[in-house]
């Protein structure tokens, strides 16, 4: 008699029961694929950032500067019981100061940063004139200098006091360190700083502002210049508020102001009016 090899209906599953469960799971990868790209996408610039990459300010969509004006509010309507400021340099061009007064025409302005020089030699072309024009406009107005980690310490901060005369009701320098030297060690780096920090404070008599990408900030700065005020940059769409040690935080690079042209970098003072006085000069 010949045998017949009969299966287990346990063990035996149809053809298109498992044809289903194939397509439920590559429709799950699909929806999860899609869902990572449309977070990521939307996001972008903060990943970008944290990761140390910033977006061309030029080069926003239409769907950009929506995204970003949404963001701008949601972080400004949330801390009403801040101060609110701008920075600026050559790369605003001529601005018209008198007609910057709120932001998302809701939220009074009411400091700004300047750029006054970078590494050894450089002057920013527009310093003199912005200089002016924030305090006969009344801004609280300070001055920062851009370090490049390749050149001597030393003569950054003299290209700086050579160039910024604190009068009162300025606001102290600031340091404005971004990246690592290609020339010399970290150690290095970090020598490099700290004597222009010295030479600046024995200058002016008053502790400069160290402004830094968190990342940056952690990594290189937190523990050996923790006795520094610290103004932080991140643009990350989860970060609602800022530390309690940053005194400023730079949250976005995309505002749109009225009297500049282009997108234009703004911060929350960690603080309120009376606090961000009490960092004015005497």
Known sequence: MTKRNYTSSRNYKPKTQKKAKGLGFYLFVVVVFLTVSAFGFYFRDGFLYYLGFRAKKSELSHEDRKIADIRIYEVLSSHTNHEFGFDVSEYQEDIDWQNIQ???????????????TAGQDKVDLKFRRNWKKSKENGFLRGAYHYYRPNENSIKQAENFIKTVKLEKGDLPPVLDIEKLPKTQSLERLKLGLKRWLTKVEQHY????????????????LKKEFSDYPFWIANYNFWRKNPDEHWLIWQFTEKAKIEG???????????????????????
């Open 102 to 116: 709120v932001l998302e025409d809701t939220f009074q302005l009411s400091f700004a940063f300047i750029r006054a």
């Open 205 to 220: 008599k008053v502790k400069p502002i160290i402004y830094t990408g968190e990342s940056y900030y952690n990594d290189f």
């Open 260 to 282: 500049i042209d282009g997108t234009v970098d703004v911060n929350v003072f960690n603080g309120d009016v009376v606090k961000l006085m009490s960092y004015t000069q005497p």
